[in-house]
T-cell receptor, first 114, second 112 residues
Framework: DADVTQTPRNRITKTGKRIMLECSQT?????MYWYRQDPGLGLRLIYY???????NKGEISDGYSVSRQAQAKFSLSLESAIPNQTALYFC?????????????FGEGSRLTVL | DQQVKQNSPSLSVQEGRISILNCDYT??????FLWYKKYPAEGPTFLIS?????DKNEDGRFTVFLNKSAKHLSLHIVPSQPGDSAVYFC???????????FGKGTRLSVIA
């Protein structure tokens, strides 16, 4: 089983719908992240959380919200999806204090907004 | 403003030859640099890293070189193999609590 699990893996929805992407991890890491990948734009940070009571905006947080329900769970919500939120979304975790800040990624959630 | 730049969207190399992937950065506070590899339908996976106190780090066929004065790093893969065909992301962070910042990626194709 994957250490970082994302659900759903694929989702097609319509403009205006509310969507939640879920992430759970068994690595025991405190830090969790949501990134978005678009062709030609690389990986961009949406939100991150260093512990259950900590939530921080990333580079492209507009139109998104997150919830850190437990150390192991971090969900990303699109309150009213729009077509330019069509992308591949990745959840990641890291260890607190690790020098390199190495991230461990899930397998991704592909979201299509029609 | 992009802090980590990978100016080559794609690179094609013959099997057995050297692949050189380049990355430039603008933030002089970056202390750690990482390379990630991504296959289609999978999440990125960590490949190799280097800290700012070093200028070279080697792991098997993979070597990362860091030139701090030029704010440039490169990943060398020798010899290149078809299984190395993937998108490679350069990433960096400072020594504080900031998350990794990624470049746009370079798609490497190794031709048999």
């Amino acid at each position: 089983d994957a250490d970082v699990t994302q659900t759903p893996r694929n989702r097609i929805t319509k403009t205006g719908k509310r969507i939640m992407l879920e992430c759970s991890q068994t690595k025991g890491h405190d830090r969790m992240y949501w990134y978005r990948q678009d062709p030609g734009l690389g990986l961009r940070l949406i939100y991150y959380s260093f512990d259950v009571k900590d939530i921080n905006k990333g580079e492209i947080s507009d139109g998104y919200s997150v919830s850190r329900q437990a150390q192991a769970k971090f969900s990303l919500s699109l309150e009213s999806a729009i077509p330019n939120q069509t992308a591949l979304y990745f959840c990641a975790t890291s260890v607190e204090g690790a020098g390199t800040g190495e991230l461990f990624f899930g397998e991704g959630s592909r979201l299509t907004v029609l | 403003d992009q802090q980590v730049k990978q100016n080559s969207p794609s690179l094609s190399v013959q099997e057995g030859r050297i692949s050189i992937l380049n990355c430039d950065y603008t933030n002089s506070m970056f202390d750690y640099f990482l390379w990630y590899k991504k296959y289609p339908a999978e999440g990125p996976t960590f490949l190799i890293s280097i800290s700012s106190i070093k200028d070279k780090n080697e792991d098997g066929r993979f070597t990362v070189f860091l030139n701090k004065s030029a704010k440039h790093l490169s990943l060398h893969i020798v010899p290149s193999q078809p299984g190395d065909s993937a998108v490679y992301f350069c990433a960096a962070r400072d020594s504080g609590n900031t998350p990794l910042v990624f470049g746009k990626g370079t798609r490497l194709s190794v031709i048999a």
